[in-house]
């Protein structure tokens, strides 16, 4: 079950494309989901937390995406 899957440092950073520093001060920042600490010193995420973030960013990059709102303009100038 995809809920119960659990990933360390390395898949996360190959997952987000970005190093393992940034993962952690993300963490830290409260930026992204926080990982499960199953004993001091030994952290893994739930994969399913990680996709629904990415999902929701993703959808939130989109709104605010001002080439996205250039290009739908330019369609809608081109439609009239």
């Known amino acids: 079950n995809e809920n119960d899957v659990l990933i360390d440092i390395n898949a996360v950073s190959k997952l987000l494309g970005c ?3 940034t993962i952690w001060k993300m963490r830290d ?5 926080p990982p499960i600490e199953l004993r001091p010193r030994l952290y893994r995420w739930r994969l399913s937390d990680l996709k629904a973030w ?4 993703q ?4 709104k ?5 709102s250039k290009l739908s303009r330019k369609a809608k100038k081109r439609g009239q």
Request: with cysteine; aromatic share 0%; charged share 40%.
């Open 54 to 57: 990415i999902s929701k960013k």
């Open 29 to 33: 920042r409260g930026e992204m989901p």
């Open 19 to 21: 190093h393992k520093n």
């Open 64 to 68: 605010t995406d001002p080439m996205r």
């Open 59 to 62: 959808c939130r990059a989109l």
